[in-house]
Every structure is written in C-alpha cells, then in structure tokens.
C-alpha cells in the first residue's frame, strides 16, 4: 500500500503529514506493508529541505523527517493506491495533472475527511505565518492521519 501526501510547496505541510503518517504506521508494526512519500504541486522548492519550522515541530514530537522537495508527476498516479491533498486548491491542481483519467481521479481524497472533529475543514497553509501555525497544523494532521490509517485499515483488511 503506498500514499502520498500532496501540498503546494512541499516544504510544510505535506512532509509533515507523512512523517506523522510513518511514525503511526510504525506504532501499528505497518512499515513493512504501508509506505508513503510527498510531494508538492508547485516547482519551486524541488530538492529542498522541508521548512525549518517544519523541522522543528516534527523534532519537537519526536517525529522523524527525511525528505527533500519533488514535484507531483502523472506516474505518482500509477505508484500509488492514495494521493492525499492539504487543501483544496491542492485538490484541484493534482486533478489538473491527472488529466481526466478516471481511475486517477479516483485515487484523491481531502486529509480533513479523515478528520473526525472537522471534516469541514482544510489544513491550513502555515507559510506566511508563525511557528504557533506549525504547532495547529501537527495537531490536525495527526487527528486526521489517525483517522486515515483506522478508515484505511478497515478498507484493506488485509493490511
Ligand atoms: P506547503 O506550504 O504547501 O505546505 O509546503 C507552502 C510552501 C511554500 C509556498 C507556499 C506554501 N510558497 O509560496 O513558496
């Protein structure tokens, strides 16, 4: 099984969700059965180091990040089983690469969904804002990547 968490730069968000993803899948004793990567729909970071805000808060919660910024290709499309966007201005720009193609399209699904509090909502672009934001933006992706591994491991049971 294989995820991918998707955002605009690839910097904040998106690497964030998959080492908190990792983390609990490795908690589940999962790595060896459920892996995840990111990527970013913008260009302009490639080959950078996640945001050292990002850094600090995923440090700070003892959550392991090891990425350097990509950017979504249309063969992501066929690597993996989920592509997981923040927001959904992410949504709409990995729609725009898929091109139309169904099953594709079918692989993309909104990580507040999986938030039980607030399905509602999107999470949050924390760029232009502080380290308080980083902090928000852990807690509603650990929520929501919580729920995500529940509703996925109840989907493949044989995971
Ligand atoms: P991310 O945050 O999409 O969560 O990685 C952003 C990073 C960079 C920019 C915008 C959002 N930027 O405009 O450079």
Redesign the pocket.
């Known amino acids: 099984m294989k995820v991918l968490f998707v955002?605009?730069?690839?910097?904040?968000?998106?690497?964030?969700a998959e080492g908190i993803f990792d983390h609990l899948v490795e908690q589940h004793g999962l790595s060896h059965k459920i892996q995840s990567d990111s990527a970013?729909t913008?260009a302009?970071?490639i080959g950078n180091l996640?945001?050292e805000r990002?850094r600090t808060v995923a440090a700070n919660h003892g959550v392991k990040i090891d990425h350097r910024?990509r950017q979504l290709s249309k063969n992501d499309f066929d690597e993996f089983d989920y592509i997981i966007a923040?927001d959904l201005s992410?949504k709409t720009n990995i729609r725009n690469v898929a091109r139309g193609n169904k099953a594709y399209l079918d692989k993309i699904v909104l990580m507040r969904d999986y938030d039980n509090d607030r399905p509602d909502l999107e999470?949050p672009?924390?760029?232009?804002d502080g380290i308080e934001k980083f902090e928000e933006?852990y807690k509603i992706l650990l929520k929501s990547n919580e729920g995500f591994l529940k509703w996925l491991l109840n989907k493949h049971k044989e995971l």
């Open positions: 955002c605009l730069g690839n910097i904040c968000r998106s690497p964030l970013g913008g302009y970071h996640p945001d990002t910024a923040m992410n999470v672009d924390p760029y232009y933006v």
